[in-house]
């Protein structure tokens, strides 16, 4: 069996506003020279807190595909449109390069962002608590999966119905929709480390190793490079390479 690779680079809860102004190449009040226009007219738009995990997560997923591209990651050409309303948001491409694709997370004070070629990823992350507090069980998980969960002990639920929702986010970011479809429309397939998706084949998830209390998943629809192709029996494992997010944002260790 194949391997599908997804690199995964985190910045961990707990790594504040503090950490981000005192020590981060980042100017995360600000607006970085990295952004673009369209990326500059977001922020504005946002509240000071939501502003600077945006402004921060973007510098990231410029930063890695800039690495990975050869380019400045200002000239990394990210675009977004919306199939709904046309506006430059949603899922994010890189204009002009095939094979190539990326996502990106900033829930529960944890930025992510999921690069491979294996073909359109999503990635998800979110705190149990923050789950928990949201009435995900009635709305988001499929009659079976509800069957599942009540099948648990009470002490269980909380953490399986988040294991589940951030599955399910990560799938319908690598199928392009987000929540537009209806998270209980997914049926997850439980396997070791992960999911596969009733009736979508291609989609394979992985769970994520965040951090006590946060669950995370990357989700991929198989089909690019180094996979078996969609419609192929064989499908490939997908692999996370996790790595330090921190290392792209901090001015001392890029400098070495
Ligand atoms: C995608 C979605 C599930 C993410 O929700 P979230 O947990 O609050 O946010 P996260 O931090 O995990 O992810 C945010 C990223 O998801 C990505 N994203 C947004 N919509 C997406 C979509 N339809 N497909 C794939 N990825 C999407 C974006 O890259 C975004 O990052 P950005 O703000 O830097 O552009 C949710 O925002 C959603 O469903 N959005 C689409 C709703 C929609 O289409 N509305 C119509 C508007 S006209």
Do not use: N, Y
Not at 19 to 43: C, H, K, M, N
Not at 160 to 179: C, D, F, H, N, S
Not at 217 to 243: I, K, M, S
């Amino acid at each position: 069996m194949g391997v599908a690779v997804v690199d995964v680079w985190f910045v961990a809860a707990g790594v504040g506003e503090q950490w981000l102004t005192q020590r981060s190449t980042v100017d995360a009040r600000g607006l970085p020279a990295e952004l673009d226009a369209v990326e500059e007219r977001r922020a504005r738009r946002l509240r000071p807190d939501r502003r600077a995990a945006f402004v921060v997560a973007r510098v990231m997923l410029r930063r890695v595909l800039g690495e990975r591209l050869g380019l400045a990651p200002e000239a990394v050409p990210l675009v977004a449109r919306c199939e709904l309303c046309g506006e430059a948001h949603g899922q994010v491409h890189i204009e002009g390069v095939e094979r190539l694709w990326v996502s990106v997370t900033r829930s529960s004070g944890v930025l992510a962002v999921a690069l491979t070629d294996a073909g359109p990823v999503g990635i998800d992350v979110q705190s149990v608590a923050s789950v928990d507090a949201a009435p995900v069980v009635d709305v988001a998980l499929s009659p079976g999966e509800r069957l599942q969960v009540e099948g648990l002990a009470p002490a269980e639920r909380p953490d399986a119905v988040a294991a589940a929702w951030v599955r399910k986010e990560a799938a319908l970011k690598a199928l392009g929709t987000g929540l537009r479809r209806s998270p209980s429309d997914l049926e997850m397939m439980p396997l070791v480390g992960g999911a596969a998706v009733r009736g979508v084949p291609d989609l394979q998830v992985a769970d994520l190793g965040v951090g006590p209390g946060i669950v995370g998943a990357v989700a991929v629809l198989l089909g690019g490079v180094g996979t078996g192709g969609p419609g192929t029996d064989e499908r490939p494992r997908v692999e996370v390479r996790p790595h330090e997010g921190e290392i792209l944002l901090d001015a001392e260790q890029r400098d070495q």
